[in-house]
């Protein structure tokens, strides 16, 4: 497959990790480097890839909370099942947050409860099937990050200009740069480069993470999502390291562009604005860190059509927020493969194939 | 008899009557099944005697290189054909729904005849029941499927030992892939067939040319709940190469649109073996050969630790867990 | 997060609503182009061009010149002597 294949080449993997190593020798460290992959697709591929064991000690990856569904609180599910369950909505979503715990269990549980819960593989599907059900309230639970904001968006806009009475939205898209900053906000958390999110970059533009290098004297690279990406991206980290430069560079340029997409941009603008603040699962409340609609578009706020209450934020019983953080690794946590697993998750990192305990669950330690 | 099925279809009268025998009896066109007994009487062959089980459900009844019907006659014919059993007979009861139109029913009890007939298999008993709208997706097929192993026989996961080689039959994936392409809602043209096929022939073949210990086909779960499986029973290691494991293309595509891993897809066509490491190459042969396909490939190797693990050689090298399946692979945005 | 795949535009299925066929490895799909697309542009100078694709939305044009690159980039670190 063409722009993937060439960039999981085993022989290029070697040649970079060799690069790596010098670096790593030449520098010297007297600690690991700790270094955050921001976004759950660079997690997730770090780990398919075993990445991190082929890379020395001397690299010690800090798993960033940049997981849509990692961060979903358990109201918003809750939220989501109620519509379902209790106005008898028919709930569309994607697949990732089907198993999802909320409060009293997830989406997948209240469809066997009677709830009609169907998973779509774009948000432009739950408008196809609104249109097929005309008798039928069907509402789309919009979750993620400004990756996936401007396809809600347009989505919308084409249900506004259709007219469409019987779509709306449970809008859960939250932002990347101030959870970023909430995140180096954070005294306890000692970083020495970060790998930016590919995806976001790809609508925002990479410019929009400059202000890591900037503000916090970070060495920052937008990274693809390829195991050669990574690993690049990991390569000119420790460039800059060596160099003592704190600047932004971006890795993913055959995708990813200074400006991002303009016409994204716009359409994320004219539909969402900027909401005050939201709870994110683990990490609590984050100013200015979510999206909700428009006045123009309220008409297509689900929690407004059937009049939902605001909710109070409950947290899970394990310590998810201090494994989003990357102050603790998933094998430190007391629930670990015993109590949390993925037939039981405690939280929505267990359940994530981007999350960190997934992943560490599925493809690495178990003891 | 009406276009659809209907509750007097299942309540043993003449419109149940008239189904059974223009649809089943005239399509199957078996000598016992027609004697119409609640029984069927068996003459096997000598050896040990075999019986599987098996439900089926899918949804949609009908997609690219098969259906529900082909589907239950080759999945309770490879259930015996991992065991080394020549399959003789099938029985299959019927679970309708209401308003199901006959000619679906119809299409799909002839495929199955199809089948039987390519399997070398009879459908020699059967019952059908109809419940109301609703209450049933459509159709579901339970069947029971005898066959005789030759005494002597004897495969599983207790045979397992470290030093073995695993070999797969062919591509994997191909029929979890086809369902997900075939199911209307996520938008996909349907180019990916579904490998659903009787494996008897190549079961022999395979055991006629080499020592075999287990073998087994991945269904549900696809390849990595059959690995996880045998890791567990035998208490060994099953060490895979990612590089070796033959994947189509198209349904690499489908997969990495919808985040999937073609390892946990299910196969309704592909055999997984376990044999003695100096069997290996005689083994592949037999099933690249009689399966005419050059994309069987020895794909790994047991070792005695780490226990009950299956660990994947990834392409760069290194190594990770192959974990068992969830439960059904969702397509992610993540 | 941010799941996204390469795929090649392989014609244009609705001009009014910007949507086009894409073939990812032999897979097709209708794709949004709205986020790459300024409203009114003709889409048909698309097709044959690869994108990267989200929830069924092409959100960027993949640079050929870039990927080559990058590539030209990773091989050439065999031949960099610079950290030896």
Redesign the interface.
Known sequence: MRYIDEFRDPGAARTLIREIEGLLEALAPPRPLQIMEFCGGHTHAIFRYGLHQMLPEAVEWIHGPGCPVCVLPRERIDKAISLALDHGVTLTCFGDVLRVPGTAGSLLEARGRGADVRIVYSPLDSLALAKALPEREVVFFAIGFETTAPATAFTVLQADKESLANFSLLCQHVTTPSAIRALLGDPELRLDGILAPGHVSTVLGSESFRFIADEYHLPVVVSGFEPLDLLQSLWMLLVQIREGRCTLENQYGRVARKAGSLAAKRAIARVFEPAPSASWRGLGEIPASSLRLRGAYAGFDAERRFALNAARHIEDPAPCGEVLKGRMRPGECPFFACRCNPENPLGALMVSSEGACAAWYRYGGRT | MGKCVTLAHGSGGLAMERLIREVFLQTFDDPELARLEDQARLELPPGCPALTTDAFVVDPLFFPGGDIGRLAVCGTVNDLVMGGAYPQSLSCAFILEEGLPIDDLQRIVRSMKVAADEAGVRIVTGDTKVVPKGAGDKMFITTAGVGVIPSGLELGAARICAGDRILVSGPVGDHGAAILDARGDLGLTHSIRSDCRALDGLVHSLLASSSVHAMRDPTRGGLAAVLNEYARASGLCLRIFEDNIPVRETVRGICELLGLDPLYLACEGRLLAVVPEDSAERALTALRFHGDRTDAAIIGEVMAQPVGQVILKTVFGGERILDQPEGEPLPRIC | ??????G?ILSISDQK?SMAKVD???????V?L?????EGERLEVMVGQ?V??????A??L???D??H???K???G??S?AL??
């Open positions: 997060m941010c799941l996204g795949v390469p090649k609503r990812v490895a032999g897979i097709v799909r209708e949004s709205a986020c790459i697309v300024e690869w990267l694709i989200h929830v069924g939305f959100l960027s993949i640079d050929e870039e990927a690159l990058t590539m980039l990773i091989a670190l065999e960099d950290y030896r």
